[in-house]
């Protein structure tokens, strides 16, 4: 493309015409930037329009970059990242400016800005924004960080999709048609991109959110969820806004959100979001429908310009003569001719959009599909987190019943201490009253020595009155001694009676001194005796104090300990009434617990009675063995529930034992009611009619029995041996559709083996040389196109075999394992005698493979020369798969789950797998190429001969359609034939060894 014309397809683009851009301009500068890998030209020619002056110019200046951004060349983004400072700079000139397009070209510039932030900082993300949900995943690296950050930006990115249709709303008068406006075009055209961008943001972050929410808390996304909720309600009425405008119906399908925002706490959510699909038809994909109708004019002219020259050189230009008389040739005019090409044209238009919506159903189906397996997925996620969640239930309920044991143990401490509190309250009122009798006597001890006192003071008081008359009696003494000394010589008689009675005084005297000693030394002992008793008293005045106040201190402790034992007695009785609640709620858990069980269980079963009506049910087949093992393993499995129900009776407080029992017999018998069900497709009438109901009886009698697990009482009486009947009656009738096999000695069993797989192995290398030797020859005699179609099938077909000899090598090593670690000290002989079914079942699988093998490689020959059929080779290819398949189901039957060698067989079947496909997909691609090598040139046939031949065609996929609807009845009737005769053919016996568990 010329950089000059892209230069004016830019210039025409974005103009100051208030008109929406055509979309041909549009177009010429996406291919432009394609063509010269980058927007140089773009950009040079952007620079010199005044962007800045006119805002009806910098508006479709916006839509032009937005386009570019999103469908141009990869390096539009890196040669536009300098200009990003101008672009924000020109960004707030326009936002100062309230009136016209100034505020559009102001949030229109910050929308391009963050999207080249966007970009720039995650450059996995395409322009479109167009990603598988891998993609999505690669891009944070599986960092709970990564995709944090890449939610906030995301919602940061929306905020400016959002606030541009928010604003070019508001300068809309909604009032009037403006959508049929050229102004009003000329605003809605760039929400097209607009559109287009929000619906995917908002698939990925309603992705982004589950995932962040499958790891982090709750608490830690709530601002996460906040925006979300935001946006969606902006988003939804904005899209509702949109589809209700005449302009978009015709350009753009508008997705509808749903009616709630999706529920982030829930994982299986998820599985009910549909993301928003955004349709553009194909006829009206641009905002200008004059480039249609130009292309849509120039191609019809030269189709009628392209037929007029076929014309005139099939029939000839004799118009000199006179106009050509087409009705002579075949009855029809030049008109009618135009007619009848103008029809054909609108039923070629008309299949054409049939086609397109056809292929949107088709999408919209798969997507609905990947999104119920989603679902399945998340119902199986959330079946197991319940499950888990029971038990975790159950965990914390019986560390709360230890809690409750242990509080109960710390309140009957409580009690034992409250006790003796009271106990000790009470010696110490004994103490108390001990002490107060004590006081009382002391306080009588200090009366008594206190009268004793008052004695003592009485009798010292007498003491110094007779003292004091004693002294006074000396002075009247010597008074008198006086006066008988003046008349002691008158009176000398009268001196010596004195001096006697002198004398006898003085002994009175020295009595009576001695006696005031006596009573001084007893004065002062009594004084000495009240000093002491007064400090006694002292001491106990100071000791009945002290005691006084320790009573006081008692009487509050007392009081204190009453009032703490009244509050203990409380809280005692609290937590009784805590414990009595708790023990009742732990006594109900069990048995809320296993209702639920029970009910879920119900559920399961109930389900798989309603998939027996189910139409897409009626396509699953399988086979009376498995069918008979799996009627096995729920009698089993009823055996194991009915021994849980015993104890658990037993012992009500663990229910742990019980759950897993009844969650594993409802899908045990969910999958035998399914497999009756499908085995019943494979037999006659009449023992299908009985195997169907049979398995109907089985649902029903199941839904009783699980419904008795929800109560006590009916828990008590629930008996299954209806069940067991029923089950047993499926088997019985399992029995009677067993092939009836031929007389084959169980001896020889082990050596049928060793053969056939010996058999297996050397048909599979003859099957490599064949196809090896046919390789060589098809490189000697072939050349171009049939070559290269010969050796890619002939290619594909090796690798195929090589799997085939890896799975049957790994087959023999797990055989030899399964027979080593089984018969104990019984020969190997006897081992594959004891397990004659097993036996019989993996000596079929290898012939199967065998004999497919060898038919592939017959089928491959007959392509080759050019005398087979494409589609022989792909069937074969597909019944080697079911072989192996067959075959590894036979060889995993018996073994260890942790055998290396089970996971190489495993690891085996997968390359089988895959290379199958590679057969598959190189015979489709070599089928196609051959057919465009054949190419239909009809452009020497006259429009009679293409009428007839279309009729032919016509009558022929008649015919084809009836002959394949023929064959897929005689297919059925041979696959029902094919599994009656299958136990004669392979030499099964009837009344073998037990069904392999």
């Known amino acids: 493309m010329e950089l000059g014309k892209m230069t004016v397809s830019i210039n025409k683009a974005i103009n100051a015409q208030e008109v929406a851009v055509k979309e041909k301009h549009a177009r010429t500068c996406i291919l432009g930037t394609h063509h010269e890998k980058g927007a140089h030209t773009f950009w040079s020619a952007v620079n010199r329009l005044p962007l800045s ?83 999505l995943d690669e891009t944070g690296e599986n960092d709970v960080n990564n995709f944090f950050q890449l939610t906030v930006e995301m919602f940061d990115y929306l905020e400016c999709e959002l606030t541009l249709f928010q604003t070019v709303f508001s300068s809309l008068d909604m009032s009037r048609s403006v959508s049929v406006t050229a102004a009003g075009q000329c605003r809605l055209a760039p929400l097209i991109q607009v559109i287009l961008d929000s619906s995917h943001l908002y698939d990925y972050t309603v992705k982004l959110l589950f995932k962040l929410h499958s790891c982090l808390p709750a608490e830690t996304l709530q601002g996460h969820r906040d925006r979300f909720l935001e946006q969606f309600k902006k988003l939804k009425e904005l899209f509702y806004r949109s589809s209700n405008l005449q302009y978009f119906k015709r350009l753009i399908q508008i997705p509808h959100l749903p009616e709630n925002p999706p529920n982030f706490l829930r994982a299986s959510a998820l599985s009910e979001h549909i993301s928003p699909v955004v349709v553009i038809p194909a006829e009206a994909s641009s905002p200008d429908s004059e480039p249609i109708m130009d292309l849509a004019e120039a191609e019809n002219a030269s189709q009628q310009s392209l037929f007029d020259n076929k014309f005139d050189d099939i029939f000839g230009t004799s118009f000199g003569s006179g106009p050509f008389n087409f009705n002579a040739q075949n009855g029809m005019s030049r008109d009618e001719k135009d007619r009848l090409i103008e029809h054909l044209q609108r039923e070629i238009a008309s299949l054409k959009e049939e086609l397109s919506s056809f292929r949107a159903e088709s999408q919209c189906v798969g997507v609905q599909l990947r999104g119920r397996v989603s679902e399945l997925e998340a119902e199986l996620a959330e079946e197991r987190h319940r499950t888990r969640r029971a038990l975790d239930e159950g965990e914390f309920l019986r560390a709360e019943a230890e809690d409750l044991k242990r509080r109960h143990h710390d309140t009957q401490r409580a009690q034992r201490s409250l006790t003796e509190i009271e106990r000790k309250a009470q010696a110490t009122e004994q103490r108390y009253a001990k002490l107060k009798e004590k006081y009382s006597e002391l306080v009588q001890g200090h009366a008594e020595l206190l009268r004793k006192n008052a004695e003592v003071t009485k009798q010292v008081t007498a003491a110094q009155q007779a003292q004091g008359e004693a002294q006074r009696d000396q002075r009247e003494a ?154 096995l393993a729920a009698s089993e499995g009823t055996d194991r529930l009915e021994e849980a129900c015993g104890q658990f009776l037993a012992d009500q407080s663990d229910v742990s034992v019980l759950l897993p029992c009844v969650s594993r017999l409802a899908h045990l018998l969910a999958d035998a009611i399914l497999q009756a069900s499908a085995t019943s497709h494979m037999t006659p009438m009449e023992p299908a009619d009985r195997l169907l109901e049979a398995g109907r009886e089985c649902g029903a009698e199941a839904l009783a029995f699980l419904a008795g697990l929800e109560d006590r009482e009916s828990l008590e009486r629930n008996d299954p041996t209806a069940l067991r009947t029923r089950l047993h009656h499926i088997a019985t009738i399992g029995e009677e559709l067993l092939p009836k096999g031929l007389d084959v000695e169980q001896e020889r069993l082990g050596d049928l083996v060793d053969q056939e797989m010996a058999a297996t192995a050397a048909a599979i290398e003859a099957a490599s040389a064949r196809i090896e030797e046919m390789l060589s020859k098809a490189r000697a005699g072939d050349t171009g196109v049939k070559l290269e179609v010969n050796e890619r099938i002939l290619g594909s077909c090796t690798g195929l075999m090589q799997a085939i000899r890896v799975l049957v090598l790994a087959s023999k090593d797990l055989q030899r394992d399964i027979v080593e670690s089984g018969r104990g000290a019984a020969s190997p002989k006897e081992f594959y005698a004891r397990n004659s079914r097993w036996t019989e079942g993996l000596i079929s699988a290898a012939k199967a493979v065998g004999w497919g093998a060898t038919l592939m490689v017959d089928a491959a020959d007959l392509v080759v020369q050019g005398k087979g059929k494409f589609e022989e080779l792909m069937v074969c290819s597909h019944e080697i798969a079911a072989s192996t398949a067959q075959l590894v189901a036979a060889s995993k039957v018996k073994a260890d789950k942790e055998s290396g060698n089970l996971r190489r067989l495993q690891t085996a079947s997968r390359g089988v797998t895959q290379a199958t496909a590679g057969v598959v997909a190189s015979t489709k691609a070599a089928q196609s190429q051959a057919q465009e090598t054949d190419s239909m040139d009809f452009s020497a046939m006259t429009l009679t001969q293409i009428k007839r031949q279309e009729m032919d065609s016509q009558v022929r996929v008649l015919e084809l359609e009836s002959h394949l609807q023929k064959e897929r009845l005689r297919l059925g009737g041979l696959r029902k034939k094919h599994y009656e005769l299958a136990g004669v053919a392979e030499g099964w016996e009837q009344n073998g060894a037990d069904i392999a568990p």
């Open 53 to 135: 002056s006119n805002a009806v110019l910098c508006w479709k200046f916006c839509h032009v970059f937005h386009k570019l951004l999103r469908d141009g060349h990869p390096n539009v983004l890196k040669d536009s990242v300098r200009f990003k400072s101008e672009l924000s700079d020109m960004s707030r000139m326009w936002g100062h400016l309230s009136e016209g397009y100034g505020q559009l070209c102001s949030v229109y510039l910050k929308l391009l800005r963050t999207k080249m932030e966007f970009h720039t900082k995650n450059p996995r993300f395409p322009g479109n924004l167009q990603m598988s949900d891998r993609q």
């Open 478 to 631: 010597q008074r008198k001694t006086q006066e008988q000394g003046e008349v002691l010589e008158a009176l000398r008689r009268e001196l010596m009676s004195s001096r006697a009675e002198a004398q006898a005084m003085r002994g009175t005297l020295d009595s009576t001194a001695q006696s005031e000693a006596e009573q001084s030394t007893r004065v002062a002992a009594l004084q000495g005796e009240r000093s002491a008793l007064a400090e006694t008293v002292a001491q106990r005045d100071q000791e009945a104090a002290a005691l006084e106040a320790e009573v006081r201190q008692l009487k509050a402790r007392l009081q204190d300990q009453s009032q703490a034992a009244l509050e203990l007695r409380d809280r005692l009785a609290e937590k009784e009434s805590e414990a009595e609640a708790l023990g009742g709620r732990l006594r109900d858990q069990p048995w809320a617990i296993l209702g639920c069980a029970a009910r879920e269980a119900q559920q399961v079963v109930q389900e798989a009675l309603g998939r027996l009506d189910d139409p897409a049910h009626a396509g699953c087949t399988s086979s009376a063995d498995y069918l008979l093992s799996r009627t």
